[in-house]
DNA sequence: GCGACTCATAATCGCTAGGTCATGGGTTCA
DNA sequence: TGAACCCATGACCTAGCGATTATGAGTCGC
């Protein structure tokens, strides 16, 4: 019983991850922001550069995109690199739309 | 020019079709109706009947996913009766995940 | 046609999300 | 050490979201 409690939990836990990764998702710029990394890595100032956002509400976006664990940032120097979680994204994908039959000729 | 402007306005449809399914999908309750769903059509009281939320509530949920195309209604007598739309969620799925390198090892 | 049933919509409320400007913290270099 | 640069965070405002209750619109059986 204690495991299926636990089940439970990881269950939860899992489907709130999901629902971060899909609010994460559901912004037009916050999609931009992927797919200019999906490039290359960036400096948050390359990726301000590409917006007509200021500073703050890139930051903002990125903080949210890392939150759903779709980036990875680490300092170098002065700036900040950002680049995608190569695996994250496919990983969620798998995870969610595995569960429809209508998905799954389209999932390996 | 006539030509890649409309290609633009494509674009951008598409883009803002993709923002709907995102947030159509960013909500836990929502999330559960597809999977409701997918097992078999039902009705709209079916549907509430799985939730501690009132009727006009699901009823919002489920015209928003309508909206975004990943369901579908029709009424039969008394009753309203939806059902997954099946291939939607595959083809968004693959319209937005497709752009990324880390994810075509797991798309067909 | 009328009451009963099923579902959608209108009006409303509290909270979250996305934007701004101002500011603070870390890093480099002279 | 101090100035300059890069980025994150705090404070704030507005708009949109998720929930509710009340009500309206279709449909069926009598």
Known sequence: MANIDRGIQIFRREER???KVFKALSDGTRQEILRLLEGRQRTVG???????????????????????????????????????????????MQEFFGQFRSCQDVLR
């Open 46 to 92: 390359e990726i301000v550069g590409n917006f007509n956002l200021s500073q703050p509400t890139i930051s903002r976006h990125l903080s949210v995109l890392k939150e759903a664990d779709l980036v990875v940032d680490h300092r170098q120097g002065q700036n900040v690199i950002y680049r995608l979680n190569d695996g994250a994204l496919s990983t969620s």
């Open 17 to 19: 991850h999901l629902t």
